[in-house]
């Protein structure tokens, strides 16, 4: 029988400080932060080492290079379209229950995709790794909401911060490896004794966490509406760089979701337990929690995308060598996030948001002077720069959105957390590889005619310049070197030159964040998760 915690009284009249101990490991604190640590490390992991394998999966299964995209697409679709939903169900059943279900499906899920011998079959599962991801990672913070008391919340979610950085950052240096040495099937075989480990834990360590006044019911027309509204923005944004921004398609998709988005918030001011209550959108600092997690990762996901092309394609690095390259910026977070939680609790979230981004803005800037002969100690500057700067932004956001909810919607927030950033990143790649493609296309034409080589047709200067947009060289068989040497400088060039603008462009937004950042605040209800006893 699961042990269960119900609100011995309220918030305002138990302080953090008046809650007991945790007996023995079981609801310890410190041990529940590892527990969920290991779990969301699966997660945050298969963000960004899928992407190393797909070279090897498509030679292995013989799949396209649109079946490809979708090993990725079909993970972060499922992943940012349930995960506020996935949060309101840890509201209703409990974190505890929430959190293991997701673990043991989603190690479940990998195995099955390490064993699948068809394209079809690795997709299907990456689907259902984002749903289960989308259980694990709201009851995450939910969990530690509840287990700590709030003078240690922010190093609690400065260490959960670091994990998913460092693992966000670390998955192309495991994945190379993996795939260099043992196989592709190996990137997903990994997770499953990480997640028996993760489960292990769970069952004896964790503790069910609900508020007295829980939800009781399910808002279903709300699921439906705001999965729908959430599935035709990502898809959106998904589908803009293949089809264009003018395309009335991308538009479509784009204005359904802003209708239903209108329909949803209609809807949850009539029901009565709605899935969001849009009362917590009153708090200000909640709302700018949420924008600045979006900008955040607009800057971040869409620039450092373009990072790994720069790595591989104008340097020339393996997979493992772009990884460690980007050591610095990894390094940063783990060092930043634990000093960025006890320096959030001690002055508060406001400057250490607003002087994170700044670091943001001027790493992004940073990042728009690189040239295709920067050195590797320039380029560590810049991104060690980076991750001092997402250190504080990626706590403090996350504890402004999560403390400022009420304890009972802990699993919503945490969704809400984990939807902006999704979505985020999908913006910053769609915006941002938008802000490259439009630079490359008018460059590319004037650069190739400028150095002297052939003469190519429209159609021919199309398929050359999505390349380029890669950082690739359209070099064709048989090209004498001399020629071959001025096709690459030409297509580097021009890739530099996107980047650049990209790099701005996302210096720009980080700009913007650093003024929402102050208008964030500690959570007024951040003292709630202490104010609940175990039973």
């Known amino acids: 029988m699961t042990s269960q915690t119900i609100e011995t009284t309220g918030p305002g009249d138990r302080g953090p400080s008046d809650a007991g101990p945790a007996k023995g490991l079981r609801g310890h604190p410190w041990a529940t932060l590892i527990t969920v640590a290991v779990g969301v490390m699966m997660v945050a992991l298969d963000g ?58 989603f190690a479940l899920s990998s195995g099955a995709i390490g064993l699948s011998s068809s394209i079809g079959a690795v997709i299907v599962f990456r689907v259902f790794q984002g749903l289960f991801g989308a259980l694990l990672m709201p009851a995450a913070l939910g969990l530690l909401r509840a287990t700590f008391p709030a003078e240690k919340l922010n190093m609690a979610i400065g260490i959960w911060g670091m994990v998913i950085g460092a693992s966000t950052a670390g998955g192309p240096i495991l994945g190379g490896v993996l795939v260099e040495h043992v196989n592709w099937q190996s990137v997903f075989f990994i997770n499953v004794p990480v997640g028996v480990l993760a489960l292990v834990l769970g069952v004896l360590i964790l503790l069910d966490h609900r508020a007295q006044n829980a939800p009781r019911s399910f808002d279903i027309v709300g699921i439906v509406l705001l999965s729908a509204s959430m599935f035709c923005l990502v898809w959106a944004l998904i589908k803009a760089p293949e089809w264009g921004w003018g395309d009335g398609k991308t538009w479509l998709f784009i204005v359904v979701s802003v209708v239903g988005f209108g329909l949803f918030s209609f809807w949850e001011t009539r029901v009565r ?24 990762a607009i800057a971040f996901m869409g620039g450092l995308f373009f990072v ?151 159609a021919q200067l199309d398929q050359a310049a999505e390349g380029v947009q890669q950082g690739i060289a359209p070099v064709p068989d048989g090209t004498p070197a001399p020629i071959a040497e001025k096709i690459a400088d030409v297509a580097h060039d021009t890739f530099i030159s996107g980047m650049s603008l990209a790099s701005l462009t996302a210096a720009g937004v980080a700009v913007v964040a650093v003024f929402v950042a102050f208008l964030t605040k500690r959570g007024d209800n951040a003292e709630a998760g202490a104010g609940v006893g175990h039973i």
Do not use: C
């Open 308 to 458: 790994t092309f720069y790595l591989q394609n104008v340097h020339g690095m393996s997979p493992v060598d772009a990884g460690l390259h980007l050591l610095p910026l990894t390094a940063m977070m783990i060092v930043g996030s634990p000093a960025a939680g006890a320096m959030i609790t001690k002055f508060g979230p406001r400057v250490p948001l607003a002087g994170g981004m700044a670091l943001t803005a001027i790493a992004m800037y940073g990042m728009s002077t690189l040239e295709t002969d920067t050195g590797s100690l320039a380029m560590s500057i810049w991104f060690a720069l980076l991750g001092l700067g997402l250190a504080p932004v990626m706590v403090g956001a996350t504890e402004v959105i999560v403390g400022n909810a009420p304890l009972e919607l802990s699993g919503v927030a945490g969704g809400l957390q984990q939807a902006a950033m999704q979505i985020g990143g999908s913006l910053g790649t769609a915006v941002l590889g938008a802000v490259m493609a439009s630079k490359v296309d008018n460059d590319f034409a004037g650069n190739w005619a400028d150095a002297g080589l052939p003469q190519l047709t429209p």
């Open 48 to 105: 960004t080492i899928v992407a190393i394998a797909n070279p090897a999966i498509g030679k292995d299964l013989g799949a396209s290079w649109s079946e490809l995209q979708w090993i990725t697409n079909a993970y972060f679709l499922a992943l940012a379209v349930t995960l506020i939903t996935a949060g309101k169900l840890g509201d209703r059943f409990g974190h505890r229950q929430t959190f293991l279900i997701g673990v043991a499906g």
């Open 273 to 296: 337990e709605p899935l969001i209550p849009l009362a917590m959108f009153r708090s200000v600092p909640l709302s700018a929690g949420v924008v600045l997690m979006v900008l955040m």
